[in-house]
């Protein structure tokens, strides 16, 4: 059981969304929601305050009577309740909750204290509110989505629960669960807000990791498969470029290849003697950038990752909601911290990593099947029969056309802003629609590496290199031959490459 206080690290949300660990609120926070809502509810008397007593958006300069404004928060909830598209899935829903409660937690949002315990249950009992894809543009947050999720916690709308999609308060029944009642703000306060962005973009942090970690053991399998030379991965020369990333990749890769039998040093080889007469080389002298830059093309994306979670850990433990209240200084602050700039810039910067790293391993894979360029493999890995049987062949076109998509989707969602909302919100983040696209790409590579893994797998079978890889390499052909067995004989591919991508969502 993790306790809940204050600032929350992307490892609490692993735990809590992938490993599924409950949470409870530590009474301090409790206590801070508390004086933030009864400072509030103090404060507001006779005073404007927006959201509280006006109407939203454009309709901010109509004053809003005593009588209505309870109404006026479940007026904006449904009304903004008008997401399309597919569901999020339960992951990122849960991640967004857990957003939303810390967030909220903070004391800056003046709600009643129901709200936070009830967001508590919904994840310890893993009720996932229905939140669509489409709607939000994460200029006043994720209105859209995250009136969503306020519609569940009033107690309407629907959710999945046991795999089933069920209405809400059909639910809360089963689960003994009382849905909120808005006390001052409690609508404005959840819909207010970059959580669903964060969330998203949490989850998909998390596999830009497991991504990354896949395409440095798969290059290094291949360098393994061409016996190639370690200078280009020696600390020596990638010390010389200064850049953490270059160094870290070059680094993993040293270690995964420690016990290789296959590397080989350049001293042992061309360093020794070549005779004069010799004007062209039978060893390869240096091997195709796919195979000898994995350092400097993997580093990036190592770098880009960890100034991403970097900021996904600061939106999380930010009040980014609207209007602020501030115990400390006895005041109520208009402004824009529910803007999603910063989520939508970082997840446009994952997808364009995500997807180099993706090219990387379309061109690894072309290398390994065009063995006129590899000139140690049969065409297309095949261990058929050459022109009766069709190896791996097939796949490759999937492999080229859905990095081909990663490609077209890599173009920047953070430039493309529209005004809406009577011109209101005159330019905003589309955070959410970055995060999703960036989510898409990401499943992509998994994909595209999943297909590059079996090929990898088939040469080193070809070649009888399984007693000689590193016991990286080899854990991970023992691994993929427990899922698709050596082939000669064509069979149909599709059930392999959703197993084989499963399994690399588990490494």
């Known amino acids: 059981m993790m306790k809940i206080n204050n600032f929350l690290e992307l490892k609490d949300f692993q735990k809590i969304i992938i490993e599924n660990e409950k949470i409870e609120l530590d009474e301090s926070l409790l206590d801070r929601v508390e004086t933030s809502f009864q400072f509030l509810k103090e404060f507001s ?17 109509f004053k809003i009577s005593d009588e209505d404004t309870h109404q006026l928060q479940y007026n904006l909830i449904r009304s903004h309740s008008s997401g399309i598209g597919n569901p999020l899935p339960a992951q990122e829903v849960k ?24 967001l508590k249950e919904l994840i310890n009992r893993d009720i996932t509110p229905l939140i669509f894809e489409h709607g939000g543009v994460g200029a006043s947050g994720d209105l859209v989505q995250l009136a969503h999720l306020a519609l569940v916690l009033i107690g309407e709308g629907e959710v999945f629960y046991k795999g089933e999609r069920k209405l809400t308060k059909d639910v809360f ?30 989850v998909n942090a998390y596999k830009a990791n497991q991504l990354t970690d896949i395409s440095i053991r798969l290059s290094c399998a291949i360098n393994e498969i061409v016996q190639a030379y370690d200078d280009h991965l020696s600390a020596a020369l990638n010390g010389t470029k200064k850049h953490y990333g270059q160094q870290k990749v070059a680094e993993r890769m040293r270690t995964h290849l420690a016990d290789s039998k296959l590397i080989r040093k350049r001293e042992d080889h061309l360093y020794t003697h ?4 010799e004007k062209v080389f039978k060893e390869k002298v240096q091997e195709y950038y796919s195979l000898r830059c994995v350092p400097q093309i993997l580093g990036p994306v190592l770098d880009t990752l960890e100034y991403t979670e970097k900021v996904l850990e600061n939106e999380i433990n930010s009040a980014n909601d609207n209007p602020i209240i501030n115990v400390e200084d006895k005041h109520v602050y208009h402004g824009g911290n529910f803007h999603g700039d910063y989520i939508s810039l970082e997840m446009d910067k994952l997808k364009i990593v995500v997807t180099k790293l993706t090219m990387l391993a379309e061109r690894q894979l ?13 065409p297309f890995v095949n261990l058929g029969k050459l022109g009766f049987n069709f190896g791996m062949q097939g796949v490759q076109f999937t492999a080229t056309s859905t990095t081909a998509e990663s490609q077209m989707l890599s ?7 529209i005004p809406n909302n009577n011109d209101n919100q005159d330019i905003v983040s589309m955070g959410t629609n970055a995060a999703v696209i960036c989510r898409k790409v990401i499943e992509n ?22 007693d000689k890889v590193s016991s990286s390499t080899k854990e991970l052909y023992d691994d993929i031959r427990k899922i698709i067995p050596a082939f000669s004989n064509d069979m149909v591919m599709y059930p392999y490459l959703e197993e084989v991508k499963k399994y690399l969502k588990t490494m």
């Open 173 to 202: 029944e089963t689960e003994g669960l009382e849905p909120i009642k808005v006390e001052i703000r409690e609508g404005l306060a959840l819909m207010n807000g970059t959580s669903v962005m964060s969330g998203i973009g949490i």
């Open 411 to 417: 173009n920047p969602m953070y430039v493309h802003s």
């Open 45 to 61: 008397k006779n005073k404007v305050i927006y959201g509280v007593n006006t109407g939203f958006g454009p309709m901010a300069q």
């Open 445 to 466: 590579a998994f994909e595209v590496l999943a297909i590059e893994a079996i090929t990898i797998i088939q040469a080193v079978e070809y070649l009888g290199f399984q």
């Open 274 to 277: 070549f005779e004069e007469q």
């Open 95 to 118: 991640a967004c909750m857990l957003a939303r409660l810390n967030t909220l937690s903070l004391g800056n949002s003046g709600v009643h204290q129901s709200v936070v315990h009830l």
């Open 366 to 378: 072309n290398y390994l099947l065009n063995a006129k360029i590899n000139e140690i493999l049969p």
